[in-house]
Every structure is written in structure tokens, then in C-alpha cells.
């Protein structure tokens, strides 16, 4: 694979490779075979988390970082179209991770760009490597995929992740349940692709009850969505995760997060050892690390 | 050592052995045996000097960086607990560097963490690899701490490099004379400690005389502390460094400064052999890549 | 040489010995004989490309870099003076790159520095390793400098790059056109500083025709130094690079601009073979590449 845009892109055999070479480079100190490579990573959104993830991963490998972060003052940005700014840094770097607000821009850079292109986020659009680093940890730590019942529990209708989550996960064959307010369901034409291409049926439920669950992954409601503010909090209260809502879950639970949370967890929740998102969190690095060595190596 | 919260964590003999591998670290190239670790500088207050003074000794040692600054719109803050964000810089690092406002912060981040973590200023508490630069410092000019005849003047209430240095001078056996405003003297608890705990006897004066002294350590002012400004320019002006206030000074006096300067140093004094200020900082590269190579080696 | 301050310092045999460097580096994976050294890049003014260059320039040679900018709250610059801040840089780094608005400060560093130092912009005075990277370009793509017909066109009055550039293709022997407004040409002391120094007779013309021309060296023509906006438009219009204004051209004319380009340049020229700018962007890495080596080696 040249690019890594969008999920549609990814076949099981090439992710399933990915998941190998991630837990090898995990478990001993990586070669420092790619040391005098030049990574960029072209920020045009804040993004702290998805960005040192892939600085540490860069590290690990020796890969040298060209940190271009376009929110400010940057004069690659002011007045110079985008065209522009991607050839300028394809002619610096040998691999572009990039993160901007426009849908398709990704697709644009990869196109015009010689050296691989990584999309790390285009807008409400894809965001392929946070939903291998979700398929990762749910192959790690369940040892299986396929036939495991996944839950989907938040924002379905805007949460990014959660689109590209589902289609991955049809992939690998899970056993899906989404569960969101009515108000955040998730669009009909993505289930209806995934029916059509992987033969998945979807459930879709809006109770917090998660007695067959094998992985609960959760995201954020975001009350800017909502007009009235009374009614996003009524639904975040009524979509929280609380040891409440997990009475009667299997003892071997698990719960993911793409994180940064902030309410949609009650804090006691965080102690239980169903809780593994901090682990997910530090897969994102051997994750990344197995892209970069897969695309720039 | 695990950690370096505070400089009450070092002892004398510790110390010791982080000056003699300082000494070696600066008397030929460093052996890159840390290269492919990665440490994390996590600054929720801007520093500038402390954090290029780490990033030079990471650099030295051939360790990379991930470089968190928390001051602007970083999403690894917005809305997201210290105790979260730790977690997952911990599962990206090897060590963490932190600075922030609150005091306590770098003993909950060693709490968390499982990796080693490095205070560099928590709130007015501590800064404890400033305290061993300064302490370097005059052990690697003099030869010695002990019996060492040491004047630290200024702003010794509200200043934290003071505090620390105060307690590493009487760990170490030090003659300390304290010159400051009496606005400005140093609490009475501090000066209750070192006396309990090394029975050292600590000088007060608010004269700016020097005759005996062999190393004058200077800080800062801070005009914001007081509430007429007038009444802090006429400090200022009284318990300035000036050549005049330098007469009668041992040949071999070297004067100090955590950097950086405003106007509490003459500009001519600057050019006085006396001067080793600058020197002082450069120490703080050996220093610290000595505490990374202990607790990351 | 110690230091690159200005391109008056440079010798023809040392530019020619920086091209062939230059050459050797592009051509195969560079040697890491610079690992373990510090480059600090010290940008007084926001630079995203040229501190990108040198960025990617010092990865390549396994150098590290310390990154200081200064044009938001960094504490090195609150309250310091640009003589403390340059001392204590030198203190940590074994090359500084400074960029800085101050006419002269790049000397001032020089002359405070032990280490080397590389002027990246003193205000609108120099900025020698653009000019190096020009003329590269011109001796890479046409095999010879000398005898070459230039054209200059743009803002040949207000922009630092074409003042620089005159000297070196003076020095290199070409034969120079310069095309601007009246209101924007060229200030006479530097056109008789090249007759006398290199016997450069230099022609002036205000016509857009290129029929000679072997490289034609574009730059913006900044609508802020006008009063009146409408003749900055008229004028941005008439001096536009166009497929019309190519007519007549040599076929193998090549077109190079210091980028970013705005509007000077129509859009349907970028897809020309003439357009050789993003090379010469490009073409940055090897060279900055091979004046660090020679510099710090």
C-alpha cells in the first residue's frame, strides 16, 4: 500500500499483517532500520493525542519529525493554497501524515504527493489509523474478531470514529449492537453498506443494557449538537457509563474509549478492570509504528 | 531513584555520583546507549530555558522528544483530567519531565506513572534539577560545598529556586548568608528545618556586603509582589548587584544567577570575570543528561 | 568558514565547493558522522519554510534540533536582552540558525557565538542561504551560472531575496535583466556596488518579454507598500507571470520563484514545464545539508 486514506482502502489480509507486525514490534526494541527517514506530520486541526502518537511511534523507529502544525501564524499556510504546501513538504519528507478540516483533502495530498500519505483525520470524514489501533486492541486482548459482540454506545451520528468502527468491524466479522439517542443514530446508508458488502446485520437498540457484550466501545455526546442544552444533558445522563449500567455484564468485559473522555464515564467506572482504554491508547504507538514501517519501508 | 519530585528525595551521596557522571557527560561525547527512548516534556507553564535545557541533554544522549505544551489548545487538556492525560503520556514515554502551576502535581504524576518522572516546577514548590545545577555548579567552580561561605540575595520569599538551593547548601555543609528586603526574607519554617534536620545556622542580613563571600547567588525581584511600586524600584535599586557593591570582594568570588536576568545585575558587572552565570546555565546540560542516564538508564 | 552572516562573506570557490557537497549529499543516503550534535534554530520571526528546510537538512544528518521560536511567550526573550538569550543558546547548541527582524543581529550573534552561526533573515537585510540555494538550482538544472541570462522580475526595491541574489549571480558571472514598476526597481548603490566589485553591468527594464531569457526569477510584488491599493492591483496584474507573457520564450527557459507564492504567477503556468520552483524548494535540504556539514564538521 502507497496511501492510507480512508478504511474502504485497507483489506483484511494487509490489516490482519499490520496486527502482527504490531506485536512484534511491541514486544522487543524496534530496529532502527528507517533512522535518517523524515516523517512529516501536517496538523492543519489541533490534535495533541492522534500527533504524539505518531511522534513516538516516528521515535521508536528513528524516524526524524518534521512537525508542521498550520493553525497559526504559519506562513506555509498564509496566502498559499494547499496544492502548494503538500509539494513543497512531499519535496522535504519521505511519508505525510496529514489532518485537515476539508473532506477529501487526504485523497487531494495523496494524489499529488510521490511519498506516502497517511490521512490522520479530514474532517467528518475518515480517520483509518484510530480504527485499526480499535481493531488492534479488540484482537489483542479477546484474541478474536470475528463473532465477538461489539457494542457501540454514544454520538453515532456524528462521531467519526464510530462510522469508520463499524465498517472495520463488519469486516472482521463482529457481531454488532449500536446503541445512541434517536437524535445521534447512525446514518441507514452506512449500515446499508456494510449489509451489502460484508453481509453484516446490525442491531440497533437504545438501552444501556449490555448482558451479551464482549467490548463496549464508547464515545462522546457532543452538546454543541443539540439546541437545547437541557435535552443534551438529560441524554448524557441517560447514556453514561456507570457500574449501574454494567450490572449483569460479563465478568471479561471490556471497555474501549477513543478518548479524551469527560463525562460519558463516571469516574468510579475508571477503576474497574473492565476499563482498557489507557491500554488501547498506548497500542496507538506499535500500531503506527507497524504503518510507518509498512508504507516507508 | 525512580523519581525526582523534590530535592527532600536526594540524598547527599546520590548527589554526589549525578556530579561525577555530570563531569564525565561533559568531558567527551555521550554514549548513545539511550537512543530509541523517548522522553516527554509535559509543561502546563511556559519555560522555555527548562525545557531546552532537557531537550539538549535528551538530545545529547540520543534520546527523542515529545514535546507537550499545555498553554494553548491542546486537547490532551481541554476538558480532560491530569490524572488521564498522564496515563496515556506514560504509556507513549520512557520518563516524563513535568511542569505545572499546581503544587503536588509532580508527586500525582509519580503516583500514576509507571515510568520515572522528573519535577521541573510545581507551582512555588519545587525544581529540584535546578537545585542540583546550582550545587554542580559551585562544587565543579570551588572544588567544594562544604564550608563554602555562600550569599543568596533577593527575593528569597517568594522565589523557588531559593527555597531548594537553601536545603541542598545546608545538606551539603555550606556557610549560608541570606540578604533581602525584609519584605522579602525567607520563612521561618524552612530556616526551622535545615537547622533541625543538618544543624545548620543560616546568617540573616539586609546589607549588601560581601567581604567573605565566595559564592553570591542572585534572583530577581518580582515588582508584581508588592502592592507601591515605587516601594519596588527602591528595593530594586537597594539590593542591586552593582560594581559597588562589589568592593571589597574576595578575587575569586563568582557570582550566580538562575537566569534570566532583567535589571537586578548591572549591565557592567556583566563583563566582570567574576561573572559565571552564563557558564551556570551550560551546566545544566551535563546535569540533566546525568538524572535522565540514572533514571531512564 | 565559522559563520554565514551575509552572502558578501562568501567566496565563489567556497559556493562552488558547497554545490558539489550539495550534489553528493542528494545523490545517496547522507553519512550519520553529525549524529549526537545540536542545531538550534532561534526564529525571532514566524519562517515556516526555511525552518523547515533546515529542520529536514539536520535530520538527514542525524543532527538534533533545538527549536526556538520566540514570537509568542517564551520567557528566553521576555525581559532578556537578545545578548543573554544568544549566550545562553550558545551554551547549549553546536550551531545556532537565527532569524531575527534587527538589521545586524545576525553579526551580533556571530560575534557573541563560540559556535557557528547561520543567518536565516536580519530583518530586511540578508539571507544568504536562500541566495546559495538559487543559484544551485540554476547550476544543477542549467550546468553553468556564468553567461546564463537572468531575468529578476517583481518587487526588486523592498524584497531581501533579490538583493542577495543580484551579488551571487554577479559574482557567478551571469547576465542580468531586471524587470520591475519604476516604483519598485532595484536601489542604485547595490547595482553599482556589482559593476564595481565584479564589472556586472547590469540591464533595467520595465517590459514583460523573456525572448533571451534562459531563467526567469519571480517574486511578489506586497500590495501593503502601496497608498493606493488600485495601483498595487494594476501593477500585480501588469508584472504577472502568464502563459501570454511566456510567449516567445526559450523553450527551455526555466521559471523559479523563493515561494510561497500568492497570485504573481497564473495558476495554468504551474502546470508548465518551464515551472521548476518546488524543485528548487526541494533542492533547500541538499544544500542547507551540505553548509551545516561543512560548518559543524
Known sequence: MKDLVSIRDVE??????????????DSKP????LAGKVLSTLFFE????TRLSFHTAAARLGISLLDIESVGDSSIVKGESLVDTIKIVDGYADCIVIRHPLEGSARLAADLAQHPVINAGDGGNQHPTQTLIDLYTMNRLKKKISGLHVSLVGDLKYARTMHSLLYGLAMFGAEITLVSPKELQME???LEEVKEKFGTKVRISNEMNFRDCDVLYVCRIQKERFADPYEAVRLQQEFRITLESLKGAKDDLIILHPLPKVDEIAPEVDRSEKVRYFEQARYGVPVRMAILSDVMG
Chains 1, 2, 3 share one sequence.
Not at 489541533?46 to 493525542?49: A, E, I, V
Open 12 to 25: 483484511k489480509r494487509w490489516a490482519t499483517s499490520i496486527f502482527k507486525l504490531a506485536d512484534e514490534l
Open 30 to 33: 524496534a530496529p532502527r532500520k
Open 46 to 49: 489541533p490534535s495533541t493525542r
Open 188 to 190: 441507514k446508508a452506512i
